[in-house]
Antibody, heavy 124, light 111 residues
Framework: QVTLKESGPALVKPSETLTLTCTVS??????????VSWIRQPPGKALEWLGN???????IYNVSLSSRLTFSKDTSNSQVVLTMTNMDPADTGTYYC????????????????WGQGTLVAVSS | QSVLTQPPSVSGAPGQRVTISCTGS?????????VHWYQRLPGTAPKLVIY???NRPSGVPDRFSASKSGTSASLAITGLQAEDEAEYFC???????????FGGGTRLTVL
């Protein structure tokens, strides 16, 4: 059974850096068929894709946030880390990590397992 | 303003059929991008219920079905049950933005 769980601070101050960790189980981050995405949802707004990190370490970011985002992974500890700099109140929301779906060994554009999400508030 | 537009809410009585629409544009659904649907029960992780327009993952009841036409898609739930009360999201790939996009979500109430 695949599970993902986000963890990190519930509150950050404006201009600070946010670091979130996604701990996965039931899958290996070194498997070429595994990619993990970060997705967020501000209150009252739609879900927003932030980016993906792949087993080979490659990353793709939402262009609108790419200057502030960094993804990394620790394969041995089954963790993916999101770092977002210069946090703003507009970044308040629930942050999810999710596994990219695979069909016949090919990574697709949907997400077949999600974490429960972690709520991050940005306020002084 | 979401790239994909969904009605904020729908409702239906137990046993009834409800549909949830997802309207996009020529940059996403109309461009041939696949549509996927998720269910989010209160306080739980989103769950994939439909992928690639009409496919159900293992374990999703066949009461859930979906279709796509032109720049829109829809999710249908037949034989509505109390456990279906949740928020539903559509998702597709926008070729202009070069990333996945989501609908704003539709809250389904089972009366």
């Amino acid at each position: 059974q695949v599970t993902l769980k986000e963890s990190g601070p519930a509150l950050v101050k404006p201009s600070e850096t946010l670091t979130l960790t996604c701990t996965v189980s039931g899958l290996s981050l070194s498997d070429s068929r595994v990619a993990v995405s970060w997705i967020r949802q501000p209150p009252g707004k739609a879900l927003e894709w932030l980016g993906n990190i792949f087993s080979n370490g490659e990353k793709i970011y939402n262009v609108s946030l790419s200057s502030r985002l960094t993804f990394s992974k620790d394969t041995s500890n089954s963790q993916v880390v999101l770092t977002m700099t210069n946090m703003d109140p507009a970044d308040t929301g629930t942050y999810y990590c999710a596994r990219v779906g695979v069909v016949r060994g090919i990574l697709m554009d949907f997400f077949d397992s999600w974490g429960q999400g972690t709520l991050v508030a940005v306020s002084s | 303003q979401s790239v994909l537009t969904q009605p904020p809410s729908v409702s239906g009585a137990p046993g009834q059929r409800v549909t949830i629409s997802c309207t996009g544009s020529s940059s996403n659904i109309g461009a041939g991008s696949d549509v996927h649907w998720y269910q989010r029960l209160p306080g739980t992780a989103p769950k994939l219920v439909i992928y690639d327009n009409y496919n159900r993952p293992s374990g999703v009841p066949d009461r859930f079905s979906a279709s796509k036409s032109g720049t829109s898609a829809s999710l249908a739930i037949t034989g509505l049950q109390a456990e279906d009360e949740a928020e539903y999201f559509c998702q597709s790939l926008d070729i202009t933005l070069s990333h996945v996009v989501f609908g704003g979500g539709t809250r389904l109430t089972v009366l």
